[in-house]
Nanobody
Framework: EVQLVDSGGGLVQPGESLKLSCVTS????????IMWVRQAPGKGQEWVSS????????TYADSVKGRFTISRDNTDNTAYLRIDSPKSEDTAMYYC?????????????????RGQGTQVTVSS
């Protein structure tokens, strides 16, 4: 059974940091593209960041570039998203997603399986 379990969200003040985790099982993690997407209330799903199977390539949405860092540990099948200098507009449910084949993810919905999400709320 494929599982992606997201955690690490919470209430954070602007300027603080937060690190989200995505623990996976049931598929070959080291061969899969991993991405983070988010959805704010009343809005559609937005792509945030992607990382290649070996971790050598990463991409970011312009809105988070320079503040977010995606990473992965293929020895324990876990992916991460570090959020630095969060802004109120980063408030959303964050989801880790995996793409098992088909090349680099092309958009916010280009994945095969998604986790249950973890809520990030940025407020002073």
């Amino acid at each position: 059974e494929v599982q992606l379990v997201d955690s690490g969200g919470g209430l954070v003040q602007p300027g603080e940091s937060l690190k989200l985790s995505c623990v996976t099982s049931g598929f070959i993690f080291s061969s899969s593209y991993i991405m983070w997407v988010r959805q704010a209330p009343g809005k559609g799903q937005e792509w945030v960041s992607s990382i290649s199977p070996d971790g050598s390539r990463t991409t970011y949405a312009d809105s988070v570039k320079g503040r977010f860092t995606i990473s992965r540990d293929n020895t324990d099948n876990t992916a991460y998203l570090r959020i630095d200098s969060p802004k109120s507009e980063d408030t959303a449910m964050y989801y880790c997603a995996a793409k098992f084949w088909g090349g680099w993810p092309s958009g916010a919905n280009d994945y095969h399986f998604r986790g249950q999400g973890t809520q990030v709320t940025v407020s002073s």
